[in-house]
């Protein structure tokens, strides 16, 4: 049964720039959640998609934004990068975003911005 | 806003030596409570998940409880490859369908 995948693993982009990330959910989820996880710190809840749609969002920007597929994959797209953008960012799926439904992460995107 | 407190920051303990870490918690109406591991540079894999006050997960030498205010994850016997940094995360009526992570305890057990 495969999990979570995401890709790129790593990525070098400068400031300025912009950057696209992908996700596949588990196989039989139709929900995708993004966070940004800080060095040391725990992650933090960007946005999450269902049936092509944002459905729920934190406190980030408008630079970033994101989009579903009807496979169910996702993109996190992050535009005019800033130093502070340099994290690990992870995809989480789960089954139709159920409140309270355990999500299941991908091993993660470790963007550094120069 | 939901709040979650995780303590110690960093703990060290001798192969076999049990201990307990734990996750303090502050939500408008709590719809699940979730454990994970995480390892440097990887993902966080899943652990448990709790509902309601007295409820209790086990699995191999971990098993969580949760209170009303807190939950605790007891490490019995640990061995070193149970060094990681474990991370609880709580999902509230207020924002259900986001998790709202503290900042994780890491654990680092000795041979």
Sequence with gaps: ?114 | EDQVTQSPEALRLQEGESSSLNCSYTVSGLRGLFWYRQDPGKGPEFLFTLYSAGEEKEKERLKATITKKESFLHITAPKPEDSATYLCAVASSGSARQLTFGSGTQLTVLP
Aim: proline residues 5%.
């Design chain 1, 1 to 114: 049964d495969a999990g979570v995948t995401q890709s790129p693993t790593h990525l070098i982009k400068t400031r300025g720039q912009q950057v696209t990330l992908r996700c596949s959910p588990k196989s039989g989820h139709d929900t995708v959640s993004w966070y940004q996880q800080a060095l040391g710190q725990g992650p933090q809840f960007i946005f999450q998609y269902y049936e092509e749609e944002e459905r729920q969002r934190g406190n980030f920007p408008d630079r970033f934004s994101g989009h579903q597929f009807p496979n169910y994959s996702s993109e996190l797209n992050v535009n005019a990068l800033l130093l502070g953008d340099s994290a690990l960012y992870l995809c989480a799926s789960s089954l139709s975003g159920i409140a309270g439904d355990t999500q299941y992460f991908g091993p993660g995107t470790r963007l550094t911005v120069l």
